[in-house]
């Protein structure tokens, strides 16, 4: 590169990268790309250290609660700048009082340490058991929680669902009615 206007582009967008990669590390030193519980003692620290926060509230013994947080734990490392914890109700009986859960599965989403929505059961995702993480996904998109996904991911999304609907019907051409 003998260039020095694409030296410096090339520089700058190290230089990008470089931040970018320091931002994630600074989110996951603060508990950012996993899912994982916190105590009742610990949930107001976990809220308000981070700008966005999806918490689950669950009973261990309900069977929707236990779909809830499989798709929250497959969103959570694909979304290193929202924090995702879950708190047992049972045991975090202040907060469900204070913040008037009344129905399990309960989502609530805070930006910077304030509830600002929440999903109630699954009636935001189709009131059926079967939704797609991809539909809590852009669910929480449009609520503002979640950024929207790089191109080269959703095409990626794309070939994989492709790739299943051709296993399904195993025909080669996509429009024959033959199997």
Avoid: W
């Avoid at 009082?97 to 805070?110: D, E, Q």
């Avoid at 929680?145 to 990626?156: H, R, V």
């Amino acid at each position: 590169m003998d260039d020095p206007e694409l030296e410096k582009l090339h520089a700058d967008r190290i230089a990008a990268l470089k931040r970018e990669v320091e931002k994630r590390e600074a989110f996951k030193r603060q508990g950012h790309g996993e899912y994982r519980e916190v105590s009742e003692g610990d949930f107001l620290g976990e809220v308000t250290r981070s700008e966005k926060v999806i918490c689950h509230f669950y009973h261990k013994e309900f069977y929707r609660c236990k779909i809830m947080d499989k798709h929250l734990k497959t969103l959570a490392p694909r979304h290193v700048d929202t924090k995702f914890i879950r708190v047992d109700a049972e045991n975090a009986p202040f907060f469900v009082t204070k913040l008037a859960i009344k129905t399990l599965p309960c989502v609530l989403l805070f930006s910077k340490g304030i509830a600002m929505d929440r999903l109630v059961g699954f009636q935001d995702l189709g009131t059926k058991d079967d939704f797609t993480t991809t539909k809590l996904e852009n669910v929480l998109i449009k609520k503002g929680m979640l950024s929207k996904k790089k191109k080269e991911e959703d095409d990626e999304d794309a070939e994989y669902q492709e790739s299943i609907r051709r296993s399904v019907r195993s025909s080669e051409n996509l429009d024959s009615d033959s199997d």
